[in-house]
């Protein structure tokens, strides 16, 4: 009986296996939006087991271990790496059809060489030889695992406030195999709903960028002059994790002071008010952005923070957030339209959490081309609920049918955890097996040079030249490809 993960897995076709091994398989990878730690990398950390590096923080797991009736302890209290790694295993089989199941088994095989199917049988064993090779070969640091993975570039998310000293770190390593660099990060800055919250995030804001924070121009000005800090430092892309965007039009230049005055005196604004003051503060973002040449994300969607206990027992990004039915067009629309009159916009992706938002994103995305740049706007990848095989399948045809997935600049980790890099692989057979399914079907020819620079393309190339990052030496003999 071969191994459940082997070198046909999800490759339903000879096309797409030829595709995937001459094209696909040995790509770098461009990792232009993710949550992993600066300081681990900066650091090269050695995790201390398979526990730390797999199960803590990934909310992910977390859902799919409450759903099996596990007590909270196991998942992010106090139990030992043992019993919450035995927890996770039981839980494992249970998962079937749910993409964690191919994902648990894939992030076995590769980096660990581990072909068994976890569960509770296998866990003891499967517990020892992770943690064996997690504590003594240099290939299992943080660092070492990028390196494994032939990741020439990682991009974290980073507040406007952060000191940068981990990326001063990375910056200076001779030769490195991966290129880390920050993206900024200024969703504190327009989260308005908590006063006191909100300004002691200013005052850090005031230290950061050695300056008094008095009116709103004071604001923009202090996250300019951080956001000159991020350029120096490498950045070129910005991020928003937004349930929505909300239009210019909302606000009037004669009403943001007043607001931004009640908001600074520590007084509740209501939501009307606080929304105007987002937009207009968001359109001064987007036009930092163009003005240095960055590219600018929206994560938009996502209804966060809905399980109010477990908000209150361990904050955010636990695992008790979904998908929002938000409306979505006019706001993007009108926020997309006011930078384009003014020859503003910035190279942007475009991201949607409902499924429903598909067909709107990649068509809202193709209105604003304007030909000074390939794919200049972009529908970007499937995320958090949808990046699984019929999440990315399904945003591969809503692109493929309404803008140009030649041009696509491919898959994101979107993950704090260092064995993620599985969904790259994950993500590569899935597109080459759509393409063998075309082939098959006779819908496109089977030129398998032409397939083979889409792969390409879409797997590397279009994010490297789309971002113009300098590249980690884990893309050496790619520069020109």
């Not at 199960?55 to 859902?63: F, V």
């Amino acid at each position: 009986m071969r191994p459940f993960i082997h070198d046909a897995f999800l490759l339903a076709s000879d096309v797409a296996r030829d595709l995937y091994e001459r094209y696909a398989r040995d790509l770098p990878i461009v990792d232009y939006h993710c949550h992993l730690s600066p300081e681990l990398m900066a650091a090269d950390h050695r995790f201390r087991g398979i526990t730390e590096i797999w199960l803590e923080g990934d909310h992910y797991k977390w859902r799919a271990m409450r759903a099996c009736g596990v007590p909270e302890r196991f998942i992010s209290g106090d139990a030992s790496d043992w019993e919450k790694f035995e927890a996770w295993a039981r839980t494992v089989p249970e998962t079937l059809r749910n993409p964690l199941f191919h994902w648990t088994a894939m992030e076995l095989k590769r980096p660990f060489g581990i072909d068994r199917l976890l569960s509770p049988q296998t866990a003891r064993e499967i517990f020892d030889r992770c943690n064996e090779r997690l504590r003594g070969e240099d290939d299992f640091t943080a660092m070492g695992l990028l390196r494994s993975w032939k990741v020439a570039v990682v991009c974290s998310t980073d507040d406007p406030v952060d000191s940068l000293e981990s990326h001063r770190q990375l910056a200076r390593r001779k030769d490195p195999a991966t290129r880390v660099y920050p993206t900024w990060r200024p969703d504190a800055a327009l989260t308005f709903d908590e006063p006191t919250v909100w300004n002691a995030w200013v005052g850090k804001l005031e230290k950061a960028a050695n300056r008094t924070v008095r009116s709103f121009e004071d604001l923009v000005e202090a996250l300019d002059a951080r956001h000159r800090v991020f350029h120096e430092h490498g950045c070129r892309a910005s991020d928003h994790g937004l349930e929505t965007l909300p239009p210019p039009s909302v606000y009037a230049d004669g009403t943001v002071g007043v607001t931004f005055d009640a908001l600074r005196a520590g007084r509740a604004i209501e939501r009307g008010r606080a929304v105007a003051l987002q937009a207009a503060l968001l359109h001064r973002l987007a036009l930092m952005d163009h003005d240095r040449g960055w590219v600018q994300q929206f994560h938009l969607g996502a209804y966060r923070d809905v399980s109010s206990r477990l908000y209150a027992k361990l904050g955010p990004n636990v695992g008790g957030d979904s998908m929002g039915d938000f409306e979505m067009a006019r706001g993007l629309a009108a926020f997309l339209d006011g930078l384009d009159r003014r020859a503003s916009l910035a190279k942007t992706i475009l991201y949607n959490l409902n499924p429903r938002d598909n067909a709107l994103f990649a068509t809202m995305a193709g209105n604003f081309n304007d030909g000074s740049v390939p794919g200049k706007m972009q529908y970007g990848a499937s995320w958090w609920f949808l990046d699984q095989k019929d999440g990315i399948e399904a945003q591969f045809r809503a692109l493929s049918n309404m803008g140009l997935v030649s041009r696509f600049v491919g898959m994101i980790t979107d993950s704090r955890s260092f064995l993620s890099y599985s969904r790259h692989d994950y993500f590569r057979r899935i597109l080459c097996n759509l393409l063998g399914e075309d082939v098959r079907q006779g819908l496109v020819p089977d030129d398998r040079e032409q397939l083979g620079r889409l792969v390409t393309a879409v797997c590397f190339t279009n994010a490297r030249d789309y971002f113009g990052f300098p590249l980690g030496t884990a893309a050496a003999g790619q520069e020109t490809r």
